[in-house]
């Protein structure tokens, strides 16, 4: 039985690495299902308080269905738990806002950047604040994604302050997720539920102020907004379910499907301004991707084979 979890069957491997490719080709169509909110007229802090309450009450959903309620309930039990979960809740609207604001400014590409380098930064900031050790192939990928960020911050011009907040808080938030484990669907319920009185009493003030864009959208536009709760679920499930099935040194490497597909949404359906100057930026992230890679794929297969 164990060696089965060990060394799944080719089938279940094979569809393990579907579900994965199916979550990263849905994450990497993200541009164009929030450009279409934006386009709505709500702007990112409408569009994020929106995001939070219909995952909340999806997160309900998904809670009851699957019955892990119980896991939830001894979580939010637990201070130590709440106050983590709290803090990465925190971390993961900022990526949230951040990454909306980045789409309706027409940044596809900078939020693409912000995700090639997130793996890099959070090795960086793992060796910074819990100690983990960083071999020298890791180093040289830290290395050269640093090199990028410098190019374009002073070479072309182009600070990527987007990118740089997306990787730093999805490091910060891996962090915090490392130190309390909890299983998908009770983690995803306790993170949006924790946002949620923030959200619903900002839209009460926006609605106050009569500032509030949801009550003045026709019904497929509302529709669309309530969608986003299972937009962002449904990709995180495929996910967990994915990593049940597939090696980690397939996920790592599959992970670049995303913002490679958001890369070319920017620049080929957005028509984003992409010059040599910041190419040569670009490129020195693509190389430490690609060093980062291969030492994570060549690690997985020394201690698989061990």
């Known amino acids: ?33 929030w450009d279409v909110l934006t386009g709505f007229g709500l702007g990112p802090d409408q569009v994020l308080a929106q995001r939070i309450v219909w995952c909340s009450v999806f997160a309900l959903f998904l809670l009851a269905v699957s019955k892990q309620y119980k896991v939830f309930l001894a979580a939010i039990t637990q201070p130590n738990v709440l106050f983590v979960f709290f803090l990465s809740a ?34 960086l900031l793992a060796r910074l604040f819990v100690g983990e050790r960083i071999n020298r192939s890791q180093l040289l990928a830290v290395i050269l994604a640093g090199a990028g960020v410098v190019w374009l911050a002073f070479l072309s011009g182009d600070f990527p302050w987007l990118a740089l907040i997306l990787s ?3 490091g910060i938030y891996s962090l915090f997720r490392k130190k309390v484990r909890l299983a998908v669907i009770p983690g995803f319920a306790l993170e949006t539920l924790l946002m949620l009185p923030f959200a619903l009493l900002y839209l009460a003030w926006l609605n106050h102020q009569e500032m509030l864009v949801f009550s003045g959208l026709s019904t497929l536009q509302m529709s669309v907004v309530v969608s986003t709760g299972v937009v962002t679920a449904l990709p995180l ?7 049940k099935r597939s090696s980690l040194g397939t996920i790592s490497i599959l992970q670049y499907i995303s913002p490679t597909i958001q890369f070319l949404i920017g ?40």
């Not at 900022?94 to 930064?121: A, C, E, K, Q």
């Not at 499930?237 to 990593?243: E, G, H, P, R, S």
């Not at 301004?273 to 297969?301: C, E, M, N, P």
């Open 1 to 33: 039985m164990n060696n089965k979890r060990k060394h799944p069957t080719q089938t279940e491997a094979k569809l393990g690495i579907s579900l994965a490719v199916g979550c990263y080709l849905f994450w990497g169509a993200f541009p164009l299902y």
């Open 90 to 123: 925190l971390t993961l609207s900022v990526n949230w806002m951040t990454y909306i604001y980045g789409i309706s400014i027409h940044r596809v590409l900078d939020t693409s950047l912000g995700y090639f380098m997130s793996p890099i930064v959070s090795i």
């Open 237 to 243: 499930l495929l996910f967990a379910a994915a990593v």
């Open 267 to 306: 620049l080929l359906i957005m028509n984003e301004a992409f010059d040599l100057t910041r190419f040569f930026g670009y490129l020195l992230v693509w190389l430490a991707v690609i060093v980062f890679s291969v030492s994570s794929f060549r690690q997985y297969k020394k201690s698989h084979h061990e």
């Open 168 to 170: 730093g808080t999805w």
